[in-house]
């Protein structure tokens, strides 16, 4: 199947860091991508990964891979207000990059 | 990163009309791009994949002469909502490719259909 499962909600107060995670089915993903949506507007990449890689850390974002259990997480570290949307975690099909499975979506809410 | 432009961002049209919905890469050029729809608060359904020059490829259950697609030129491609239906309701988003394996969205087009 081409399940990604992720948690619904996740409320933190500002400055706290935030985990958001994903679980996937396809074992021969060759990228996992994390995108966020703000209401009423499109998708933003905001990173994204390479299968044999276990970590990647941007600024304030940090992607951990467990490529054994097919778990996908994003931490946000110092979460502030303007992070508060809803989270997508995305895994491209196989070995085709070009097309990818969109997780349930997790909404963050950040309070001050 | 590279910008993907979708228009109108939201449209209103009555039943048994037809809507085109235009997705530009502003500043690069994508062979291929992409159709999603989005029901609210739910995660993106992939509709179709969009190739320049040629016919698209459509998702299994997307009927195909319902939502036209064109990819005329390396950067546009269009989606015709033909017959409008109050079922049709929905956010429609597409993304394109630069290179892999990023790809780039647009901002969505909200559709409402009455």
């Known amino acids: 199947g081409e399940d990604v499962e992720q948690s619904l909600f996740l409320s933190v107060r500002e400055g706290d860091s935030s985990v958001i995670n994903c679980t996937y089915t396809d074992s021969s993903s060759t990228y996992l991508y994390w995108y966020k949506q703000e209401p009423g507007a499109g998708l933003q990449l905001l990173t994204y990964i390479f299968s044999n890689m276990d970590m990647k850390q941007d600024q304030r974002l940090t992607v951990l891979l467990n490529k054994k259990d097919k778990h996908l997480s994003l931490r946000i570290a110092d979460t502030q207000t303007g992070d508060s949307a809803i989270y997508f975690c995305a895994e491209t099909q196989g070995g085709n990059t070009d097309k990818l499975i969109f997780g349930t979506g997790t909404r963050l809410q950040v309070f001050p | 990163g590279a910008v993907v432009s979708q228009h109108p961002s939201w449209v209103i049209c009555k039943s048994g009309t037809s809507v085109k919905i235009e997705c530009r890469s502003l500043?690069?050029?994508?062979?291929?791009m992409f159709w999603y729809r989005q029901f609210p608060k739910q995660s993106l359904m992939l509709m179709a994949t969009s190739n320049e020059g040629s016919k698209a490829t459509y998702e299994q259950g997307v009927e195909k002469d319902k939502f036209l697609i064109n990819h005329a030129s390396l950067t546009l491609s269009t989606l015709t909502v033909t017959s409008a239906h109050p079922e049709d309701s929905s956010f429609y988003i597409c993304?394109?490719?630069?290179?892999?394996?990023?790809?780039?969205f647009g901002q969505g087009t909200r559709l409402t259909v009455v």
């Open positions: 500043d690069f050029q994508a062979t291929t």
């Open positions: 993304s394109a490719s630069s290179q892999e394996p990023e790809a780039f």
